[in-house]
């Protein structure tokens, strides 16, 4: 299942990404990953919360543009290579990843990743035994 | 089928018209030169007397005023009446010199109401219905002009002023407003605002909009009538001259008729200061024929338009003007060329954004800068940034083949950009020339 990222327009200038999690700390949503594109005038951050429709909602009430993003979600254990063998499965599934990031649970670590065409990447994903993980799965991590 | 407010006069032959304008400038000639020491004294340096005025053909031997006269005679210089017989004053949300003060007379505001009350009419409104008012109430002449006008309708007058959205459509809901009377760009906000607040147009009680005050475009006619679900009228004036009201659009919409038994409408060229014909795109001059208060004669508006007497579907007779494509106070000379804000509206509305922008020209190493500031909207936004940076890139071609001369187009932040009076500041020019 893929799963609902927020992500979000700032303006490539002090203080507007502190404004943002401003909003988010005051309304209690808590950010579970984060990773900022940048470019010369502005940035998307994209993140995965505990509360997708609360984070959007709460951003649009203070006028960001926030939207939603289906991402995949993978866990990858502590070891030398996994990365590099969910990565091989991509490759062999010809799956074009977009872009991509890493959080830290508990206990594993957990890759993200954007990719064109995120239904089909899934079932041929999926196919090859790597099941994404679903928005209560990541809750628990 | 069409409504007029005052059918005799709107209809009137143009012979009849004439008749009225002969009539009225020889007697307003004749009250400027016995009351308005500035103006006579301009007549004088020509050699004229008001026995030199005997019709409207003689109307160019009359000479000019411009703001540079307005400004030089402030504030008392052009007054045409005793100060006793003035009720109020309006004023110019002048951005750059020193703020215009127009005065009135009781009759000169009755007269005004009656033109605001044309356009209102001309939009389809009766006494039945509800009109709201969110131009800014106070010096600036959108508020008062309209609620004089929706008043002589008898529609019920919401007076908002500009300003508090939420408490706009609050109103325009609860009170189920037919009619809103605001600037564009303000229509546009309420419309957005509305839009996200999940209002469909169909839920949206307003029937027609009455919008002036700034230069607009047909996209942006047709972008507000699209999420409002309405119609929308443009309005023109000039503090100088009344306020809004001195011409206004009919159900053809396409040109402003000129309330011309109180306002003669000159084209001319704005270097030769030539006199020219019907059809031929030029300056903007007009002659106030019964303001008794501040009775401007040939004022120079620097409104770039063009004049049409061609019959119109409505039935009205008075001349046409088009859309002014913009004041030549927000004309900027950027890099040698000409540019008017309304192009770039147009160019943003096609592209896919709002009409949400400013210009900020600056002069670097003898060179102008030229930046767009463009809001972000939640159409236009995807996670992906070579997707929104090869938009962007769409929007500066597209610029750069209206303009003729290359921008720079920074997205920032949705809400970011001033809005004062409800009245969007477009340009922001640092140059020190």
């Not at chain 2, 007269?111 to 209102?120: P, Q, T, V």
């Not at chain 2, 700034?214 to 972008?223: G, L, T």
């Not at chain 2, 000379?333 to 509305?349: A, C, D, M, W, Y």
Request: proline share 3%.
């Amino acid at each position: 299942m893929s799963v609902n990222q927020v992500s979000v327009f700032l303006e490539n200038k002090p203080g507007t990404l502190n404004n943002m999690t401003e909003v988010l700390a005051k309304n209690g949503v808590n950010i579970r990953a984060l990773s900022l594109a940048d470019t010369n005038d502005f940035g998307i951050v994209r993140m995965l919360v505990n509360d997708v429709f609360e984070a959007t909602n709460v951003l649009k009430e203070e006028n960001f543009v926030a939207k939603f993003t289906p991402v995949l979600v993978y866990k990858i254990s502590d070891e030398t290579g996994s990365l590099n063998k969910i990565l091989k499965f991509f490759s062999e599934a010809n799956v074009n990843i977009e872009y991509m990031y890493a959080f830290a649970g508990k206990k594993d670590a957990y890759m993200i990743f954007r990719v064109s065409d995120t239904k089909k990447s899934e079932a041929l994903l999926n196919a090859k035994g790597l099941k994404s993980l679903t928005q209560e799965e990541i809750a628990d991590v | 089928m069409e409504r007029y407010f005052q059918e005799e006069i709107e209809r009137a032959p143009l012979e009849k018209i004439r008749e009225i304008q002969n009539e009225k400038l020889l007697a307003q000639v004749r009250h400027v030169w016995d009351n308005v020491e500035y103006y006579r004294k301009k007549m004088q340096e020509k050699n004229l007397t008001p026995d030199d005025i005997k019709s409207i053909d003689d109307l160019h031997k009359l000479p000019f005023l411009s703001k540079a006269d307005l400004k030089a005679a402030y504030p008392y210089g052009l007054l045409g009446c005793d100060l006793k017989d003035c009720v109020r004053i309006q004023s110019t949300s002048g951005t750059t010199g020193k703020r215009v003060v127009a005065f009135y007379t009781q009759e000169d505001i009755d007269l005004w109401d009656e033109c605001c009350a044309r356009a209102i009419v001309a939009a389809g409104g009766t006494n039945e219905d509800v009109c709201q008012v969110s131009y800014g109430y106070g010096l600036f002449t959108g508020g008062p002009g309209l609620n004089g006008g929706s008043h002589k309708v008898g529609c019920l007058t919401i007076p908002t002023s500009s300003g508090n959205t939420e408490r706009q459509i609050m109103f325009i809901m609860d009170l189920q407003a037919t009619i809103l009377c605001c600037t564009p760009s303000y229509a546009a906000y309420l419309g957005e605002s509305m839009k996200e607040m999940g209002y469909k147009p169909e839920d949206i009680p307003l029937k027609a909009g009455i919008f002036g005050a700034e230069a607009w475009s047909e996209e942006m006619r047709r972008d507000l009538e699209k999420t409002l679900g309405i119609k929308a009228y443009d309005i023109y004036g000039l503090t100088e001259i009344s306020g809004p009201g001195v011409a206004f659009e009919c159900s053809e919409q396409k040109g402003m008729h000129i309330n011309e038994d109180h306002f003669i409408a000159e084209i001319i060229d704005p270097v030769t200061e030539e006199v020219l014909p019907e059809g031929t795109q030029g300056e903007l001059v007009f002659t106030s024929l019964d303001k008794k208060a501040f009775p401007l004669l040939r004022y120079r508006t620097r409104d770039i338009c063009t004049l049409t007497r061609e019959k119109c579907s409505c039935g009205r007779t008075h001349v046409k003007m088009s859309k002014p494509r913009g004041r030549s106070d927000d004309m900027l000379k950027i890099r040698g060329v000409n540019v008017f804000p309304s192009q770039i509206e147009t160019v943003l509305l096609n592209k896919g954004y709002a009409a949400n922008y400013q210009i900020i020209v600056d002069r670097v190493n003898n060179t102008d800068t030229f930046d767009v500031n463009v809001e972000m909207t939640p159409d236009m936004f995807t996670d992906n940034v070579g997707e929104i940076q090869a938009r962007k890139k769409v929007l500066e071609d597209g610029l750069r083949s209206m303009l003729g001369i290359k921008a720079k187009v920074n997205l920032v932040a949705p809400k970011t950009i001033t809005r004062s009076e409800g009245k969007a500041v477009r340009v922001i020019d640092k140059r020190k020339i």
